[in-house]
């Protein structure tokens, strides 16, 4: 990276970032190492972190206008899914977690609908960020996707709805809040509720009874920043008074991630010729091995 191009990272981390409380500008320091720290612990301990007032406070209105100006570019799928996003299967009984459907209704604004000066696009690819992020989850380093519409998206939940139970494909996801909703809209979780090897549908399925003994809630202000591994996790967003806006940054462990056809079909409502010819690569692959 020429020196140049680091200063530009830089200038641009000065201008979002609330640096007072989170040193992103000084990685060799103390502060630095003591804050992520802080936050691994927090991940180790229930895979949720909460960074109060990451983005600058001069910033917040400015942040909240620039998604609720792309808000209304939002792609809706209305449908029902279970808490796996999996097909309906016979085999288990009724009423068991695998089949239980719930009522889905948000709609996203893929990334290249929302504009390169924006807040949010300068900040998921931010150089810096990044490495502050991977730090966090104590990884050598994280990628953006190479998906042209996926990768950084805003969910837009309208006024009352939810967002229902589920588990993450992901490994980890960074949110950013950008409208809080007028009130309602927790982010609620069952921290490793489910581990490798073990389901645990006897505790999934007494939460979406409604039984919320297990379940934590956290309320997000607009700029306020969330990482979390939702693989083992189950969570949902409360149901929303008002209009619920967040911006959802992905980044991969690995180079190339790009989605596949069907569910980037059923997301956005539209592919790109880069998410068929990845899905043809894929197949070839297969073939040859
Ligand atoms: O909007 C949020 O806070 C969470 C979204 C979420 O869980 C997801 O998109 O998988
Ligand atoms: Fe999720």
Same mark, same amino acid.
């Given at each position: 990276?020429?020196?140049?191009?680091?200063?530009?990272?830089?200038?641009?981390?000065?201008?979002?970032?609330?640096?007072?409380?989170?040193?992103?500008?000084?990685?060799?320091?103390?502060?630095?190492?003591?804050?992520?720290?802080?936050?691994?612990?927090?991940?180790?301990?229930?895979?949720?972190?909460? =960074?109060?007032? +990451? %983005?600058?406070?001069? &910033?917040? /209105?400015?942040?909240?206008? !620039?998604?609720?100006e792309v808000a209304p570019k939002a792609h809706y799928h209305s449908n029902k899914v279970t808490p796996y996003a999996t097909a309906d299967d016979d085999a288990y009984p009724e009423d068991h977690p695998m089949r239980r459907f719930q009522a889905f209704s948000n709609g996203f604004v893929a990334k290249d609908l929302i504009d390169?000066?924006?807040?949010?696009?300068?900040?998921?690819?931010?150089?810096? =960020?990044?490495? +502050? %992020?991977?730090?966090? &989850?104590? /990884?050598?380093?994280?990628? !953006?996707?190479?998906?042209?519409?996926?990768?950084?998206?805003?969910n837009v939940m309208p006024e009352n709805t939810t967002l229902p139970w589920h588990f993450d494909?992901?490994?980890?996801?960074?949110?950013?809040?950008t409208r809080r909703p007028e009130s309602g809209g927790d982010?609620?979780?069952?921290?490793?509720?489910?581990?490798?090897?073990?389901?645990?549908?006897?505790?999934?399925?007494?939460?979406?009874?409604?039984?919320?003994?297990?379940?934590?809630?956290?309320?997000?202000?607009?700029?306020?920043?969330?990482?979390?591994?939702?693989?083992?996790?189950?969570?949902?967003?409360a149901p929303t008074q008002g209009q619920r806006l967040c911006a959802l940054l992905g980044y991969a462990k690995e180079p190339g991630m790009i989605g596949r056809v069907k569910r980037t079909q059923d997301v956005y409502g539209r592919v790109t010729q880069a998410h068929i010819d990845a899905e043809n690569a894929q197949r070839e692959d297969s073939l040859a091995g």
């Open positions: 990276m020429g020196l140049q191009q680091k200063r530009q990272d830089m200038a641009t981390l000065e201008d979002i970032v609330n640096l007072e409380c989170y040193p992103l500008n000084a990685p060799d320091s103390e502060k630095y190492r003591e804050c992520v720290e802080r936050i691994s612990r927090q991940l180790d301990e229930d895979g949720c972190a909460h =960074f109060a007032r +990451f %983005i600058r406070s001069d &910033l917040i /209105e400015r942040l909240r206008e !620039e998604s609720e390169e000066d924006k807040l949010v696009q300068r900040l998921y690819r931010n150089p810096i =960020f990044q490495q +502050f %992020i991977a730090d966090c &989850l104590q /990884e050598e380093r994280i990628y !953006e996707y190479a998906d042209p519409i996926a990768g950084l998206v805003i494909t992901n490994e980890f996801i960074v949110s950013l809040m982010f609620q979780y069952a921290p490793n509720i489910r581990t490798p090897g073990h389901e645990n549908f006897e505790e999934v399925q007494r939460i979406l009874d409604g039984d919320h003994g297990k379940v934590k809630s956290l309320t997000l202000n607009t700029g306020d920043l969330q990482l979390f591994k939702g693989r083992y996790s189950m969570h949902r967003v």
